[in-house]
């Protein structure tokens, strides 16, 4: 693999990251001001319920881990495993958890933790391509959101998609 390629990988996924974060904020800045703005006309029940299944539908979580995932997760099972010496419980628990939800980052620390190189395991261009992709679909959905619709929409438009949110969200006379 060229180091370069490698590189470059590393540095957009580091940037993606930062946008992540950023994204985040404002997301939650505009979910604050749209929560106050909209209080007492919506059902929230009802936002939430699709807000929920529009972020299961947008993110998508790699199917399979990489072979390399398996071999550190060996690694540290045979350290970290109960039955051994150097064993603990919680932590192959928590090692489990973490192998599941392909939190490199988790891995990476516990394998430090316990002493276990695995960083020669590693497909870095996988790793780097899987945790773009999340990324990427992270930031997408925080921009198509209904929130951000709304927080990034021209005033003279705020008006109409008012009534199209009210419409499709507002409380019933039966909750109001």
């Known amino acids: 693999m060229d180091d370069l390629y ?11 990251v930062l946008e992540e974060k950023h994204q985040k904020n404002v ?3 505009a979910t604050a001001k749209f929560d106050k703005y909209f209080k007492n006309k919506l059902d929230i029940v009802k936002t939430e319920k699709e807000a929920s299944a529009r972020i299961k539908e947008d993110i ?14 060996k690694k540290l099972a045979l350290k970290i495993h109960p039955d051994t010496k150097t064993g603990n419980h919680k932590d192959f628990t928590k090692l489990k958890k973490i192998v599941d ?3 490199f980052d988790e891995i ?4 430090v933790k316990y002493e276990v190189d695995v960083l020669d395991d590693v497909d870095w261009e996988e790793l780097y391509l899987s945790k773009l992709k999340i990324l ?9 959101s209904l929130v951000m619709q709304w ?11 008012e009534k199209t949110i009210l419409k ?3 409380k019933s006379k039966n909750n109001a």
């Open 6 to 16: 490698l590189d470059r990988l590393r540095a957009k996924y580091n940037y993606f």
């Open 136 to 144: 990427e679909d992270k930031i997408l959905g925080y921009s198509v």
């Open 60 to 73: 998508v979580e790699p199917k399979e881990r990489g072979k390399y995932i398996d071999k550190i997760y």
């Open 168 to 170: 499709n969200y507002g």
């Open 151 to 161: 927080y990034n929409v021209d005033d003279d438009k705020k008006e109409n998609l």
């Open 27 to 29: 997301f939650n800045d």
């Open 108 to 111: 990476i620390i516990m394998a």
């Open 101 to 103: 939800e392909y939190d």
